[in-house]
């Protein structure tokens, strides 16, 4: 299977992000303001780091949701996962994150990291419900505004690769 996914029930396409897909992702950024903030630089200097892997999902052609993962060793980390505002609870994110997920284990990686903001309630359901548990909490972690970060950890082990859908 390619990374190329169709998925009917959403009209929607999870595929590799491409390098022009940076100007769609950052204006994806400006509208969800709970997720970690990167320029359309930052996203371009991303994509071949080491270990990086950018997934872009998109409807008729048009950008509506990413997510961006790092893996280092048998670790790795999701480092953003936003989706356009009207393109929300309709199975996008998870799409997004369940590939990412699928690729880690593809490499041998037994632990998934993330932060979430300790205010975003509906982040930390969805990450519950994929299996993540909270492992920590980093006081004043983001900026503007100023909070605390939940540290959560998911590991291949406890888990199953496909996440509950409840």
Known sequence: ??????????????????????????????E?????????????????????VAL???RAGRPTGFVLGRLVADEAEVLNLAVCEECRRQG????????????FAESGVSRV????????LGA?????????RQSGRRADYYREPQEAALVYERTQESTSLVPKTS
């Open 1 to 30: 299977m390619g990374a190329e996914q169709n998925h009917k029930e959403g009209a929607f396409e999870v595929r590799e992000f491409r390098a022009e897909d940076a100007a769609a992702a950052s204006e994806i950024l400006r």
């Open 32 to 52: 969800a303001r709970e997720s970690a903030s990167w320029s359309c630089q930052a996203l371009v200097e991303f994509m071949p780091l080491p270990g990086a």
């Open 56 to 58: 872009m999902s998109e």
């Open 92 to 103: 996008e994110g998870r799409a997004l994150l369940v590939e990412l997920l699928r690729r």
């Open 113 to 120: 990291f993330l932060e979430v903001r300790e205010s975003n």
């Open 124 to 132: 930390i359901d969805f990450y519950e419900r994929m299996g993540f």
